[in-house]
């Protein structure tokens, strides 16, 4: 089993739904990533969390430590959404970062 | 403008002629760190340094080599590349590990074809 999962690892939708993307660890962390990978391959990074919610135009990342789960929400997607969001954790005693698959989103006009 | 830069951005090799491939930052990055990504398996990280001269292996450090002999450079060496470290390799860095300061910034990547 993946110490990091998410789900889902595909999704379709239109533009101006609200979209949550979800990611579970199985191992205590000491922070919570979230990547944004563009279709050329470029990486940036959206968030990091270790506890709460954090809120950025569009997007709202909440994590929650007791029950080991984060989320990703876009409010009002829009095509140019479209990318794979990736999950990764740093865990609570070192110092390297576990990933998670990431997720394809796709949002169509 | 602050950035982290690889080199080169693409590359074609032949099994065993050792390459290198550069990594640099001008943010005055302590933490750098390098990850290939790879179709079904998402990105796994090679090796990380914490600061000058102070490397350590990541999830998959075999047929790699890094080093850090200034803060802003951490180059990675393939000895003698094999067709399975076909890859994407993406460089990154952030100011340290503590919790406010541990944004991650990327490089473009360097995708590596090894023949």
């Known amino acids: 089993k993946n110490e990091v999962e998410q789900s889902p690892q595909n999704l379709t939708a239109q533009e101006g739904e609200f979209i949550t993307i979800n990611c579970s660890y199985s191992?205590?962390?000491?922070?919570l990533h979230w990547l944004q990978q563009h279709p050329g391959g470029g990486i940036v990074s959206l968030f990091m969390?270790?506890?709460g919610k954090k809120k950025h135009g569009r997007l709202i990342a909440t994590i929650n430590i007791q029950e080991k789960h984060s989320s990703l929400h876009i409010t009002a997607s829009h095509p140019r959404d479209s990318a794979v969001y990736i999950c990764?954790?740093?865990?609570?005693?070192?110092?390297?970062?576990?990933f998670g698959a990431g997720t394809i989103l796709r949002v169509k006009s | 403008e602050a950035q982290v830069t690889q080199n080169p951005r693409y590359l074609i090799t032949v099994t065993g002629k050792k390459l290198t491939v550069t990594c640099s930052q001008n943010m005055n990055h302590e933490y750098m760190s390098w990850y290939r990504q790879d179709p079904g398996l998402g990105l796994r990280q090679i090796y990380y340094?914490?600061?000058?001269?102070?490397?350590d292996k990541g999830d998959v450090p075999e047929g790699y080599k890094v080093s850090r002999k200034e803060k802003r450079n951490f180059p990675l060496i393939l000895e003698s590349p094999s067709p399975n470290q076909t890859s994407l390799y993406f460089c990154?860095?952030?100011?340290?590990?503590?919790?406010?300061?541990?944004?991650?910034?990327f490089g473009p990547g360097t995708r590596l074809l090894v023949l």
């Open positions: 340094s914490m600061n000058v001269e102070v490397t």
């Open positions: 191992v205590g962390i000491s922070a």
């Open positions: 969390l270790s506890s």
């Open positions: 990764a954790v740093r865990e609570e005693y070192g110092n390297k970062l576990v």
């Open positions: 990154a860095s952030s100011f340290d590990r503590g919790l406010t300061q541990e944004t991650q910034y």
